[in-house]
């Protein structure tokens, strides 16, 4: 099956969106390959893809701070074990942060933290299922597919706590 996509610029860089028809496939970041994600797409040609649209719309509204939800029909691409951490992920405040183990308790699965996290990083909707809101236990900033400066920017645009923040940039 084809897929389309639209590139996009945002506050934190151009995203690459990918749909179905019906459905947001991923949301990918800079030097991300479909292809080697699985993915067979196609640019769309005039742009009038519902879903990439509306996508589009939603987050534009987010980086305005004026979204602090989607409601878009997803259907990313993993197994069973990631779909379910990636359901969990979708549960994180607004705002808020959790840890993989906090992630790994959700799901029944308290001691998965490490296949959480690889599953986190995995994640192929970034921003919309926001893996951004997972730190490591300490309350540093762990791994991100767009980057620790980029996760941090995605946590101070929520108004989240400037501690976690502030402790990522030690890192550097």
């Given at each position: 099956?084809?897929?389309?996509?639209k590139?996009?610029?945002?506050?934190?860089?151009?995203?690459?969106?990918?749909a179905?028809?019906?459905?947001?496939?991923?949301?990918?970041?800079?030097?991300?390959?479909p292809?080697?994600l699985?993915?067979?797409?196609?640019?769309v040609?005039?742009?009038?893809?519902?879903?990439?649209?509306e996508?589009e719309?939603?987050?534009?509204?987010?980086?305005?701070?004026?979204?602090?939800?989607?409601?878009?029909?997803?259907?990313p691409?993993?197994?069973t074990?990631q779909?379910?951490?990636?359901?969990?992920?979708?549960?994180?405040?607004?705002g808020?942060?959790?840890?993989?183990?906090?992630?790994?308790?959700?799901?029944?699965?308290?001691?998965?933290?490490?296949?959480?996290?690889?599953?986190?990083?995995r994640?192929?909707?970034?921003?919309?299922?926001?893996?951004?809101?997972?730190?490591?236990?300490?309350?540093?900033?762990?791994?991100?597919?767009?980057?620790?400066?980029?996760?941090?920017?995605?946590?101070?645009?929520?108004?989240?706590?400037?501690g976690?923040?502030?402790?990522?940039?030690?890192?550097f």
């Amino acid at each position: 099956m084809k897929l389309a996509y639209k590139e996009i610029p945002s506050p934190v860089g151009n995203l690459k969106l990918v749909a179905t028809d019906d459905a947001l496939v991923a949301v990918l970041w800079p030097g991300d390959n479909p292809k080697q994600l699985g993915l067979d797409v196609q640019k769309v040609g005039n742009g009038n893809h519902p879903v990439l649209s509306e996508t589009e719309r939603q987050l534009s509204e987010y980086f305005a701070g004026k979204r602090t939800r989607f409601e878009l029909p997803l259907d990313p691409r993993g197994t069973t074990f990631q779909k379910k951490v990636w359901q969990s992920l979708k549960k994180i405040p607004f705002g808020k942060t959790q840890t993989y183990l906090d992630i790994a308790k959700a799901i029944g699965a308290p001691r998965a933290s490490r296949a959480v996290g690889g599953a986190t990083g995995r994640n192929p909707l970034s921003i919309v299922v926001p893996c951004h809101r997972v730190i490591g236990s300490d309350g540093t900033l762990t791994g991100f597919g767009g980057g620790l400066p980029t996760k941090a920017k995605l946590l101070a645009l929520e108004g989240h706590a400037p501690g976690v923040v502030e402790k990522q940039r030690t890192l550097f």
